[in-house]
């Protein structure tokens, strides 16, 4: 069988037993989740849970359909097969990035807040808050388009983060990022842990992934604790 | 927030952002000025009258195409806008509305133009036939943009559907069928020709705006549809 077939309901060195919000159940439960395209099976039957404080990487090879699972949890892809129950808002950061062109970060940010019911002004000054810890250039008026692939993905990651989520699908959010902006957001996840948000990241960054609290591998049937990447991989 | 109030605010938001993003593609907008403009004049050095249909027809041109890539450039965002709370019909009517307002002002402003330079015989067939360009264009290119949303194939669907009336005589039963029609016969009543009845033309056009608006709500409704609909309640 080619296609991904993971349980990602396994225990790693930290199965989130004592992070915030656990005895409340997940905030992401996905079962049985089939996909394919055409002929091509690319999920096969997939299991995932998403604790509350709880940081869970997906890995796999490319082609196992990382990102596509991780869309189906956010909705914007419908499974063959399987269900996916989530509670709370959801923040999506999607790995190419779905900004307009031509707005720049301010207008992204009133647009984007407008959704949660925010005004201008509230969803700006979020926003920037958010930019800024990204150290994104606030302020400057450039149009998406005129950004660096590093800095349209930190644009990316803040409206992922606007209207505080509870639960974070994150699909290779640091790409692009320079190396202090890319320690940083490991930082912003531990963060993100503590205050008791569910974040689901899709990641190659296998030397990372002591900073998880479980691993879930769509190249191989069962989870793998962190720390322990496949040999040769 | 009230829900309708709500419906507002992210409907005119839409709006204001569609509006800026268009605004700052200078030379597409140029573009879309000249291509009627271009038609119009080429056309008007053989008949006055026969240049009001060219204008018209050269106007759905650039209203459909800003519509349609209005829609695509915005195909990677939308669903994303959908998934945190926005509705796709706030997303729609945004659009149809900035698209529907910057039209009508072009609109208005080819049909003066026109009206100096053809000295129609009706001046309100004239403006008339300019007036109903716009929001059959705009519905024409939302719609194409839900059915085929890439820029090659539905620019080609666009240039065939109106390069179809524009190349068919007045006559032809064919033109009957076609979007366009209603403002091609209010075209040639201005122009002095013998046109169908201007009840019949309203209708023609009223209905294709509703179905091609229904097609383009349905389609892209599809195709921003977020599983989970509106986001769930905060957890307690």
Known sequence: ?233 | MTGARAFLQRTLIAAEMQGRQLLRRRLALAILVALPVALYLAMLSQSKESAIEFGALGMSWSVACAALFAVLAAREAEPRLVLIGFRPAELMLGRFLLLLGGGTAFAALVGVAMTLASAPVSVAALFGSCLLVPPIAVSLGLAVAAILPHDLEGTLVIIGLVGIQLALSGGAWVNGILPMNGPIQLAYLAGGFPADPVGLMLVHSLVYVVALLAIAAAGWSLRVRVRRGRPAAPVQ
């Open chain 1, 1 to 233: 069988m080619t296609a991904a077939s993971a349980t990602g309901t396994g225990t790693g060195t930290g199965d989130g037993a004592n992070l915030p919000g656990r005895g409340r159940g997940p905030l992401v439960a996905a079962s049985g989740i089939v996909k394919h395209y055409g002929a091509k099976h690319v999920l096969d039957g997939v299991d995932l849970t998403v604790h509350p404080g709880e940081v869970v990487a997906l890995v796999g090879e490319n082609g196992c359909g990382k990102s596509t699972l991780l869309r189906i949890c956010a909705g914007i892809t419908r499974p063959d097969a399987g269900r996916v129950e989530e509670r709370g808002r959801i923040g999506y950061c999607p790995q190419e990035p779905g900004l307009l062109e031509l707005l720049n970060a301010d207008e992204h940010l009133a647009l984007f807040g407008a959704a949660f019911g925010l005004s201008r002004k509230e969803a700006v000054a979020a926003g920037r808050q958010l930019l800024e810890e990204l150290a994104f250039p606030v302020g400057d008026g450039a149009v998406s388009k005129d950004l660096s692939g590093g800095t349209r993905q930190k644009l990316n990651l803040a409206l992922a983060l606007l209207g505080d989520p509870e639960v974070l699908l994150l699909d290779e959010p640091y790409q692009g990022f320079d190396t202090g902006s890319y320690v940083n957001f490991w930082d912003h996840v531990s963060r993100w842990r503590a205050a008791g948000r569910a974040t689901l990241v899709v990641t190659h960054m296998l030397s990372e992934l002591s900073r998880v609290d479980r691993v879930v591998d769509l190249t191989h049937p069962t989870p793998r604790p962190p720390g322990f990447p496949e040999a040769g991989r």
